[in-house]
C-alpha cells in the first residue's frame, strides 16, 4: 500500500521540491502551505508520515505539534528547522517530534530520513526488535513497573503514558541498571545503526522521561555521566526482578 505524506511548507521552491522528490520515490503526497489549513488536514485525514515546517502562516509549527500529540495522535513527524537552531531542534523534540532536518538539506539526506522514520515506526514488532530481548514478565525497579510486551509502565499504581522510544529508552536503561550506557549504546539500541539523527536526541528523551515519571530518588533514578551517558540507579535496598 502506497503510503501517504502531509507535508506542510509555506516556501512554495522548496514546497515543489518536496513534493517532486518524495513522489518520485512512490510515496503520496500533499501539500499544505498554511498553518491551519495544516493541521485541520493534519487532524482529520490518516498519514504515515507528516513532514512540518516550523515557521508557518496562521499556526506555527511548534502549535501545530503540540495540538496533534496532545490529542493522541501518534503520527510520526518530521521536523524542518533553519540552520544552527538548537533550541528549535530541542524545542520540536521535546514536543513529540520523531526526527527533524536542517536546512538547507539534500534530497538524499531528506529521503534517508523519511524512510528511516517510516521503518522505525511501521509496527509493534519492529519497534520492539530495536532492543535486546527479555523474559515477558515485567521489570520491577523500586516503584517502577516496566511491562516489555505490552509498552506499559506503571509508576506506583500510576500508569505513566510514553512515546515508544522514549519506552524503549527507558526499557534498555531498566535491563542494565547501574551500568552506564553511553549516548551511542542507547542511540543503536533504540533507534538503530543506520540512524542519522544527532546524540542530542537520546539527550531529550531522557530529559523526557525524567519529567513523565517523576521517578523517586529514594527508589530509583536516571544519572546523567558528564560527557558519557546515563544510567539507570536502583536503592541497594530494593532489587530488579521479574514479577512473577
Not at 61 to 72: E, N, T
Not at 144 to 159: A, D, H, N, R, W
Not at 163 to 168: C, G, I, Y
Request: charged share 25%; glycine share 8%.
Amino acid at each position: 500500500m502506497t503510503q501517504r505524506l502531509l507535508v506542510i511548507e509555506d516556501e512554495p521552491t522548496l514546497a515543489r521540491l518536496l513534493s517532486y522528490n518524495l513522489t518520485q520515490e512512490g510515496y503520496d503526497v500533499t501539500i499544505e502551505d498554511h498553518g491551519t489549513s495544516g493541521y485541520e488536514r493534519a487532524s482529520h485525514e490518516p498519514y504515515d508520515l507528516i513532514i512540518l515546517d516550523l515557521m508557518l502562516p496562521g499556526m506555527n509549527g511548534f502549535d501545530i505539534l503540540s495540538k496533534l500529540r496532545s490529542k493522541g495522535m501518534e503520527t510520526p513527524v518530521i521536523i524542518l528547522t533553519a540552520k544552527n537552531a538548537e533550541e528549535e531542534v530541542v524545542q520540536g523534540l521535546k514536543l513529540g517530534a520523531d526526527d527533524y532536518i536542517t536546512k538547507p538539506f539534500g534530497v538524499s539526506e531528506l529521503l534517508a530520513r523519511v524512510s528511516t522514520v517510516l521503518r522505525r515506526v511501521s509496527g509493534p514488532g519492529e519497534e520492539a526488535a530495536a532492543v535486546p530481548e527479555s523474559p515477558t514478565s515485567a521489570i520491577t525497579l523500586g516503584q517502577l513497573e516496566i511491562y516489555p510486551e505490552k509498552y506499559e509502565v506503571m509508576l506506583g499504581s500510576t500508569s505513566i503514558n510514553l512515546r515508544p522510544k522514549e519506552f524503549e529508552v527507558l526499557l534498555y536503561l531498566a535491563r542494565k541498571p547501574g551500568v552506564v550506557l553511553t549516548r551511542d549504546d542507547l542511540m543503536n539500541a533504540v533507534w538503530g545503526f543506520d540512524y542519522i539523527g544527532g546524540q542530542r536526541t537520546v539527550d531529550v528523551h531522557v530529559s523526557s522521561l525524567r519529567k513523565k515519571l517523576e521517578l523517586d530518588p529514594e527508589s530509583v533514578h536516571i544519572d546523567s555521566i558528564r560527557g558519557v551517558g546515563y544510567k539507570l540507579v536502583v536503592n541497594k535496598k530494593r532489587s530488579s526482578h521479574p514479577v512473577e
